[in-house]
């Protein structure tokens, strides 16, 4: 596991903000089609929201409409973390969005398990300098999380302050999730070795002097600061080979995507793309899952004509759209921030936060996360409303569940990983589904709602 791996895609966010009906489209910011989309009944918009104009910083946002009665349901805002990743590339093209890109990265296929059939959603690329999001001004670029790090739980907790001191437009905030959340860096980092340790794939020897060696309080994004004893690195050095660069650190039973193998084949559906040998060639498929799908959003959002759809790069920027952003300079002290006393202040609000791990993740695995949301409700002298147990989609186990004081509820997915949407698409729908009708996840076999 490398230390990149540990940086990137830290959160897979959500916020749930619930309104009367959605009107005032900015009809300047309709996208008429993307290029080989499917045929839809609902509309899109993307463009530009300008925060700064003395300062030249925009962000660039994609909206999508519920499928079915828009004006009625409520809006999702989805904020990849990172910090730094696109929750346009990532979020909506990859994971819970109405459309998923093909094969040779050049037209647009459904996914029949999008979000926007329980709701409208919005992305927002942030902060500037992630995907095509901007600032003329360079310094705009260094990034804290006074500005966007956490994302999430710090942005709810603004909104609410907003609406104690407002006296006329407030937020009607419904409700807060947060997936394989970095809570606390010291916690989940550990919590990473536990779970290569139990899942086979560091050693005895390996685990056992990490957790006795490392002291994680000094830990900074991917190694131990220079205080840690030399065995913590040596064995910290060692676990990072013994799992290798053949593992994908964020879906620890899929194989990974060769980049080579992928442009091969954009090359080759373009050579031949009027002949029958297009049906042989296959983008690399591991468990039902597109390993690829990553590149594959690249090389479509670099197409000129995707970027004329979509409003974006206006300014042409001087390098490509990527799925992380390499401009953006992030204070890395803030990431040891303790984001459980964020999730204290949402809940005593009275804003119901939701908890969830794809249980495959090794990155911000669940071990952590659901021991630290335990303790936390503890400390808000909760009582447990429904006890820790199985979940059910269509029959099967769709995974792991409690709800503490009817504010405060961990869930895990079942086969999922760090990406819970793209790995489990109809488990991830069903949780989204319960969570924006205020249910509960399904106890029983029998199919609780649809999804």
Same mark, same amino acid.
């Given at each position: ?24 489209? *900015? =009809?300047?910011?309709?996208?008429? #089609?993307? /290029? +080989?989309?499917?045929?839809? @009944?609902?509309?899109? !918009? ?27 349901? *409520? =809006?999702?805002?989805?904020?990849? #973390?990172? /910090? +730094?990743?696109?929750?346009? @590339?990532?979020?909506? !093209? ?16 459904r996914n029949p ?15 500037? #300098? ?166 594959e959003s690249g ?5 000129p004509e995707v ?145």
């Open positions: 596991m490398t230390s990149r791996a540990c940086i990137h895609w830290w959160l897979m966010l959500i916020i749930f903000v619930g309104i009367g009906c959605l009107n005032g489209y *900015p =009809l300047k910011d309709l996208v008429i #089609g993307l /290029p +080989g989309q499917p045929k839809v @009944g609902f509309r899109q !918009f993307a463009g530009y929201i300008d925060l700064d104009v003395k300062t030249g910083k925009s962000l660039f946002y994609y909206f999508v409409e519920a499928e079915k009665d828009p004006d009625h349901k *409520p =809006l999702t805002l989805w904020l990849n #973390g990172g /910090p +730094g990743c696109s929750s346009l @590339g990532g979020g909506a !093209f990859t994971e819970l969005g109405p459309f998923f890109p093909t094969g040779d990265g050049r037209g647009l296929r398990k999008s979000w926007n059939k329980a709701s409208n959603l919005l992305f927002v690329e942030s902060p500037a #300098g992630v995907g095509w999001s901007y600032s003329n001004t360079t310094s705009d670029y260094n990034a804290k999380d006074t500005s966007t790090g956490h994302y999430i739980p710090q942005l709810a907790v603004a909104l609410l302050d907003h609406n104690a001191h407002s006296t006329a437009f407030k937020f009607n905030i419904k409700g807060v999730a947060i997936g394989n959340p970095l809570l606390r860096l010291d916690r989940d980092t550990r919590a990473t070795y536990e779970f290569l340790w139990s899942h086979g794939m560091i050693s005895d020897e390996i685990g056992l002097t990490i957790i006795k060696e490392c002291d994680f309080s000094d830990y900074s994004f991917g190694s131990p600061d220079h205080n840690v004893s030399g065995k913590c690195y040596d064995a910290i050095a060692e676990a990072q080979l013994s799992v290798s660069s053949y593992v994908d650190n964020y879906n620890v039973i899929v194989d990974v995507c060769y980049p080579s193998i992928v442009e091969q084949e954009f090359r080759l559906r373009k050579q031949y793309a009027s002949s029958s040998f297009l049906s042989e060639i296959a983008t690399k498929i591991s468990l039902g899952i597109d390993v690829c799908i990553n590149y090389f479509y959002f670099n197409l970027q004329s759809a979509l409003h974006a790069n206006r300014t042409k920027l001087p390098y490509s759209w990527s799925m992380c952003s390499e401009v953006l300079n992030y204070t890395k002290t803030d990431v040891k921030m303790n984001m459980l006393p964020l999730l204290k202040v949402i809940i005593q609000k009275g804003v119901p936060v939701w908890v969830y791990s794809g249980d495959q993740d090794s990155v911000v695995p669940l071990l952590g996360s659901r021991q630290m949301i335990r303790e936390l409700a503890h400390e808000l002298n909760f009582t447990v409303t429904a006890p820790y147990g199985a979940w059910f989609h269509k029959g099967q186990v769709g995974g792991w569940s409690t709800e503490y004081g009817n504010l405060l509820t961990f869930a895990t997915v079942r086969g999922a990983a760090h990406m819970v949407p793209y790995s489990q698409p109809a488990r991830g729908l069903l949780l989204c589904s319960s969570f924006v009708r205020g249910l509960r996840l399904p106890n029983a076999t029998r199919q609780a709602i649809d999804d």
